[in-house]
């Protein structure tokens, strides 16, 4: 089974800049994933495409194995100018048609005949939507979520990010939402990443209907051998360069800086609880701060100053995915207040017992069992989430790790990378049997 992956704009083999722009949890799926499903089928090949860049480090060898798997091939194509960056919203049109025309060059000069073409966000969607259609044999087509235009656009104009006009602008909505909807139309299986964002589907794009039966869940995963129990001396060390003693409850925020991931909700949430905080010993980390900070990391630095929140906040720059599992380990509480389609970090924070808070409107509702496993609110409601970090706070050391215990167990008994790989390994031989 030869399969065709791409996003354009995603770089598998860079999980060592997690964090950075266009560096979050899709690049983890497009790593871990296609792993898994080699060990599910040894006879499964895989390719995927994505944009090649002149400054790249990794361009010198723009077709390798990715991570030295010999079932999995990483190969970059031009998409778009090489010797410049484009953002990720503006590939739609011409640059995915010219990487499209690469990718058929490409499988001409190999003599390749994909059975699948499976499209990750709406960039692959695209791209695999243009090939299906060139290519004389049609293959079947999937569609990975992992963002979607109308619900990115929706949540801005919530937080007050901009105008309809300033955010049609800086990401390009109604082209990429136009492109979505196109994609969705032709698509064979579309596989949104949770149960809300299946909702969201059906709800506001015209190309998806209710009860569509192309649409299947299929959640992100996690590889318990990428986040073994840290050594013992990982939480004090960690503690002691934080700065903080054992005695101080650690709350850890290890979301990238961005207006998306919901810090300054939980900015609104602490300052609405100052009074409560000042009785014991709190304090918050905001992990993947930007160094530059950029101008959101600048305004949520105002907040912090103008609410006089600084004795309990801190800040880290971004750490190689290595670290995390430190952070988490000197961690004593997870705040994740986003809307995340499927938040990986969830499921790092879960294998390592530690309890956590998550959005109602995130996978966090497929996931984990409020008040047994986790904790549920409404991110956008201060109050709600300010009563979560109370929660957490005052709950003892006892009670939270049973909750963290919980977690652990939830995650271990379904949402390994093993266990999605043969998920979606089912679909793909139940298309191939149609």
């Known amino acids: 089974m030869h399969i065709l992956w791409t996003s354009p704009h995603c770089r598998p083999d860079w999980l060592g800049r997690l964090g950075e ?25 895989i390719d995927i495409f994505t944009r090649l860049q002149a ?19 990483l190969i970059r194509l031009p998409c778009g100018p090489t010797d410049r960056y484009v953002p990720k919203e503006f590939l739609y049109g011409e640059p995915i048609a010219e990487f499209v ?23 692959g969607w ?7 259609a060139l290519w004389p044999h049609h293959p079947p087509t999937l569609l990975t979520t992992h963002s979607l235009g109308r619900r990115k656009r929706a949540d801005g104009l919530e937080r007050g990010e901009g105008t309809e006009e300033n955010l049609d602008e800086r990401y390009n909505f109604p082209v990429r939402i136009d492109s979505e909807e196109r994609s969705l139309a032709a698509a064979d299986r579309i596989l949104p990443l949770s149960t809300p964002e299946a909702a969201f589907l059906t709800a506001h794009y015209r190309s998806v209907r209710s009860g569509d039966p192309r649409v299947t869940v299929i ?17 004090p060390q960690l503690r002691w360069e934080l700065g903080v003693d054992e005695g101080t409850f650690l709350l850890l925020i290890p979301s990238r ?37 950029t101008p959101y990391a600048e305004r949520l630095g105002r907040m912090i100053v103008e609410a006089d929140l600084g004795r309990w906040v801190m800040t880290h720059p971004p750490v190689p995915h290595e670290r ?18 499927f938040s990986i970090a969830m499921l790092e924070a879960m294998l390592l017992a530690r309890p956590l ?25 201060p109050t709600a989430l300010a009563e979560a970090v109370l929660r957490l706070l005052e709950m003892g050391p006892d009670a939270r790790r049973e909750m963290g215990r919980r977690a652990r167990k939830r995650v271990l008994e379904g949402y390994t990378w093993d266990q999605v790989a043969n998920c979606l390994l089912r679909i793909y031989r139940e298309m191939l049997a149609l």
């Open 324 to 341: 995390m599992g430190s952070f988490f380990a000197a961690a004593d509480g997870v705040a994740l207040p986003s809307q995340e389609y």
């Open 126 to 132: 695209e791209a695999v939507t243009r090939l299906k």
């Open 55 to 73: 400054d790249d480090p990794r361009a010198d060898q723009p077709v390798k194995f990715l991570d030295g798997d010999p079932q999995v091939r």
């Open 357 to 381: 808070i998550a959005s109602l409107h995130s996978s966090g509702v497929d996931v984990i069992t409020d008040g047994v496993d986790g904790l549920l609110v409404d991110h956008n409601d």
């Open 219 to 235: 959640p992100n995963g996690i590889d318990p051998d990428d986040f073994p129990p840290p050594p013992p001396e990982a939480r």
């Open 257 to 293: 800086v961005d207006p998306r991931k919901g810090q300054e909700s939980l900015l609104r949430a602490l300052r609405r609880v100052r009074e409560r905080l000042a009785e014991g010993n709190f304090r918050a980390l905001f992990l993947a701060w930007p160094d530059p900070p």
């Open 21 to 45: 722009e266009s560096q979050g949890g899709q690049t983890v799926v497009m790593n871990r994933l296609p792993h898994a499903l080699a060990r599910a089928d040894p006879r499964l090949r």
């Open 101 to 123: 025309g690469h990718i058929l060059a490409f499988a001409a000069r190999e003599g390749l005949r994909y059975e699948l073409l499976h499209g990750h966000y709406a960039d």
